[in-house]
T-cell receptor
């Protein structure tokens, strides 16, 4: 079974600085998708960024980018120019390919605190 | 991507009672997912609900405790039955918009059992 591990229970960053959240996963599949979700205190799960395993190019979305290392099974999220609104719980998630509507497997989450 | 309306947003319930959570989607979707998020924890999948068939439950979750209905392609309910304080969690529904778009979540139901 696939597993997703986030080894940083909590991280903090100063406003305007850069922070990187770590995620590793274990799978025997070659085709899959990876996601980062943000969950602020409102509880709403918000998709931050997604990566297809077959794409070597790292995904970027404005201030958010990933470092996808397929051989190492690593998928870290970099947040640049951190803002107070970035404070939230961040979850890394895995979806097996070929099952576009299959279930997501989530990591344990990382609480990000942004200091003004 | 789909928009989900989840109700209620929160509730405080007496032990031994049941609560039904509703999710309404603004478009037709094949599969809906129900998650539980215990305080400070990650999301755990309870079951997958397909329209017109029995829900598929994950290990550790049973239909008698978490009955699910899926009467059409835009609506589903999850009932938490015979509640105990251990059921106090956030419950979220989710739909897949396809891997290309990620998955959309409802706003969650914060359940407290006293």
């Amino acid at each position: 079974a696939q597993t997703v591990t986030q080894s940083q229970p909590e991280m903090s960053v100063q406003e305007a600085e850069t922070v990187t959240l770590s995620c590793t996963y274990d799978t025997s599949e070659s085709d899959y998708y990876l996601f980062w979700y943000k969950q602020p205190p409102s509880r709403q799960m918000i998709l931050v960024i997604r990566q297809e395993a077959y794409k070597q190019q790292n995904a970027t979305e404005n201030r958010f980018s990933v470092n996808f290392q397929k051989a190492a099974k690593s998928f870290s999220l970099k947040i640049s120019d951190s803002q107070l609104g970035d404070a939230a719980m961040y979850f890394c998630a895995y979806l097996a390919g070929g099952t576009s509507y299959g279930k997501l497997t989530f990591g344990q989450g990382t609480i990000l605190t942004v200091h003004p | 991507s789909a928009v989900i309306s989840q109700k209620p947003s929160r509730d405080i319930c007496q032990r031994g009672t049941s609560l039904t959570i509703q999710c309404q989607v603004d478009s037709q979707v094949t599969m809906m997912f129900w998650y539980r998020q215990q305080p400070g924890q990650s999301l755990t999948l309870i079951a997958t609900a397909n329209q017109g068939s029995e829900a598929t439950y994950e290990s550790g979750f049973v239909i008698d405790k978490f009955p699910i209905s899926r009467p059409n392609l835009t609506f589903s309910t999850l009932t938490v039955s015979n509640m105990s304080p251990e059921d106090s969690s956030i419950y979220l529904c989710s739909v897949g918009s396809g891997a290309n778009y990620g998955y959309t979540f409802g706003s969650g139901t914060r359940l407290t059992v006293v």
